[in-house]
């Protein structure tokens, strides 16, 4: 009894190790945060507040990069493409002047199918060169980035004529540096209200109501109980979007913080309690469920904390980035359970078994690229309209940098990353971007040193990383058996098996 004890002892302070140790870069960074944040003397609400409207403006474009990891494609430093498209689209909304909404509506529908086309491309070249997809995404960028300067410094005006004194440089051929979006589409997304979405959700749940009972009828199975639920559930919803204390809520653009823990406790609470009292899964863990609950009521709880009061009633946030934000993790969930999901998975554990269970390896890898890219896309279109700003000739030349960093110091890997790890990333990351800079002016009255010091982070977490991914593959190589040992190329690419009948 007592050798049982300590053996299971043993095993937990062993696993409490290696967790510690799996996470040491996050905990690293966790440590200079807090380090950073006490010796830079700024004040908590202000990191927090910073921190938020970051967070709003750069995680959607860190999320973009998880699917090319599932699928065995590495950290997509291609991303920089998606990037590209979104600036192209972006230029031509201002150009002909469309604003608010409307440009950014326009800015997605022209980015999309260019982001789809780059991204086939990028597809294409990856799977010519695999095995060393990271390095040749970084080229890719750079020679996506030569077109584009290309593009904007010659063609644009040289013999794409444009006519415009505003975003040309005098003489007419060649973009400005600087493009201000505050008359077009500055803010767009930002200031679009909750109620614009919650209607727009609720016309959708409509016609999702609509299509289930029509289809019923059609096949002769009767009236769809659940199609009337969603179309009664959608009229009561409206309906109560015109009482008066309701309309106020909805009417804001921004959530004060407290507000948004109170509906996403409230959401947590909701989902958990439907799982435990209605779920028919077998393999629930109610346990969890009621820890979840728990938890999401003390959460709401710390928020009358004094000290932490101060900062939930002060930070606001965005209303719909985040909520595209939520939605894309969502999306990366769900996605994995889709058979197109698994095959990305089976593709990314091994190639040599996707191609013996008869999945076409080359265009799963493409189909990851073109998500990937569209969703940088929207990333950057995301950033821009927050920024207000359009660096012609510079904002997409370290999309990829500060994304891949943000999601290594979230604990990802190349060969493996999650939403919480994305998310966990950018907070770090981008707490220490916003106190770096007055730590190093009161440490050695220099600001600049903490920008450096940034950079040179960016730089390490990446190449630790790249350099841990290389030393496994080279320990996996060796082990006798090995797909990486007996079935690869010279490249480190498994060689492709055709299924045998």
């Known amino acids: 009894m007592k050798n049982n004890t300590t053996s299971r002892k043993n095993n937990f302070v062993s696993g409490l190790v290696g967790k510690l140790f799996e996470n040491k870069v996050t905990l690293l960074f966790l440590a200079l945060c807090i380090a950073s944040i006490l010796v830079s003397g700024n004040s908590f609400s202000f990191v927090v507040s910073n921190v938020l409207t970051r967070f709003g403006r750069n995680t959607f474009m860190v999320l973009a990069l998880l699917i090319p990891v599932l699928a065995g494609l590495g950290l997509n430093f291609g991303i920089v493409i998606g990037a590209i498209a979104a600036q192209i ?18 800015s997605f529908l022209i980015t999309t199918p260019l982001a789809m086309l780059f991204g086939y491309w990028v597809g294409g070249l990856f799977n010519k060169m695999k095995g060393a997809e990271m390095i040749g995404g970084l080229i890719l960028g750079y020679f996506a980035d030569g077109l584009y300067q290309l593009l904007f410094l010659f063609v644009l005006g040289g013999i794409i004529p444009v006519n415009s004194t505003e975003l040309m440089i005098p003489g007419g051929v060649g973009v400005k540096n600087t493009i201000d979006l505050t008359n077009t589409v500055k803010y767009a997304l930002d200031d679009v209200k909750m109620l614009s979405v919650v209607v727009i959700f609720l016309i959708a749940l409509a016609i999702y109501g609509i299509y289930k009972v029509a289809t019923s ?20 919803a409206y309906a109560a979007t015109y009482i008066p204390a309701i309309e106020d809520f909805l009417l804001q653009d921004r959530l004060v913080l407290y507000q948004a823990i109170l509906l996403l406790c409230i959401g947590i609470v909701l989902n958990a309690a439907y799982k435990l009292f209605f779920s028919k899964d ?11 609950i728990v938890c999401a009521v003390f959460a709401y709880i710390a928020t009358y904390i004094p000290g932490i009061d101060e900062i939930v009633v002060t930070a606001k946030i965005s209303v719909l980035p985040y909520i595209m934000i939520f939605g894309l993790c969502v999306f990366n969930t769900k996605f994995q359970l889709t058979r197109l999901g698994h095959n990305m998975r089976t593709v990314g554990q091994s190639q040599v078994v996707a191609n013996a269970s008869g999945i076409d390896v080359d265009k799963t890898r493409v189909i990851a690229m073109m998500m990937s890219t569209v969703f940088a ?6 950033f821009l309209q927050n920024l207000g700003t ?16 943000a ?11 999650t939403n919480a790890q994305a998310i966990t990333g950018v907070i770090l990351f981008h707490t220490l971007f916003i106190v770096a800079p007055e730590a190093g002016k009161v440490l050695f009255d220099n600001a600049m040193i903490g920008e450096y010091f940034r950079v040179f982070v960016s730089y390490g977490v990446i190449a ?6 290389a030393w496994k593959r080279k320990v996996k190589a060796d082990e006798p058996g090995s797909e990486s040992g007996d079935d690869a190329d010279d490249s480190g690419a498994p060689k492709r098996v055709e299924p045998t009948v």
């Open 282 to 292: 077998k393999r629930l863990n109610k346990t969890r469920q009621v820890v979840i």
């Open 407 to 417: 999601l290594l110091v979230g604990g990802a890997s190349v060969q493996k990353a």
């Open 464 to 469: 630790l990383s790249l350099a841990m991914h």
């Open 390 to 405: 359009f660096a012609t000739y510079g904002a997409h030349l370290q999309v990829g940098l500060f994304a891949i960093a």
């Open 217 to 236: 009828i059609t096949d002769k199975k009767g009236i769809s109980a659940a199609g009337v639920a969603a179309i009664a559930a959608g009229l009561c």
């Open 89 to 106: 689209s972006l230029f031509f909304v201002v150009l002909w002047n469309i604003q608010g909404v409307t440009g950014m509506l326009v």
């Open 377 to 382: 896309g929207w990333g950057q279109l995301i």
